[in-house]
Nanobody, 115 residues
Framework: QVQLVESGGGLVQAGGSLRLSCAAS????????LGWYRQIPGKQRELVAT???????NYADSVKGRFTISRDNAKNTLYLQMNSLKPDDTAVYYC?????????WGQGTQVTVSA
């Protein structure tokens, strides 16, 4: 079992920055494909960014050039640096790990961007 705990969400003005962190409970983290997803009430959860165990990244078109996903395997921690935030980025952000055929999710952290 892998537990994921997000932190770093909050309220920020448009144009501002936030960095989300996701701490994993086990070192198996280092072989996992990791990602950030977000969800607005009443809508489906959507992909924000992913990073493989080898460091390859993928981003949703809506965040390319503004968000950066990274991982620190020594600390079992995943990050999402979010710059130039927009009100449309307001959502609950979830950390995700996929390892050995199993999906794990964090509890989510709220990000609110005011106009």
């Amino acid at each position: 079992q892998v537990q994921l705990v997000e932190s770093g969400g909050g309220l920020v003005q448009a144009g501002g920055s936030l960095r989300l962190s996701c701490a994993a409970s086990r070192s198996i983290f280092r072989i996992a494909t990791l990602g950030w997803y977000r969800q607005i009430p009443g809508k489906q959860r959507e992909l924000v960014a992913t990073i493989t165990s080898g460091g390859s990244t993928n981003y949703a078109d809506s965040v390319k050039g503004r968000f950066t996903i990274s991982r620190d395997n020594a600390k079992n921690t995943l990050y999402l640096q979010m710059n130039s935030l927009k009100p449309d980025d307001t959502a609950v952000y979830y950390c995700h790990a996929y390892v050995m055929g199993v999906h794990y999710w964090g509890q989510g952290t709220q990000v609110t961007v005011s106009a």
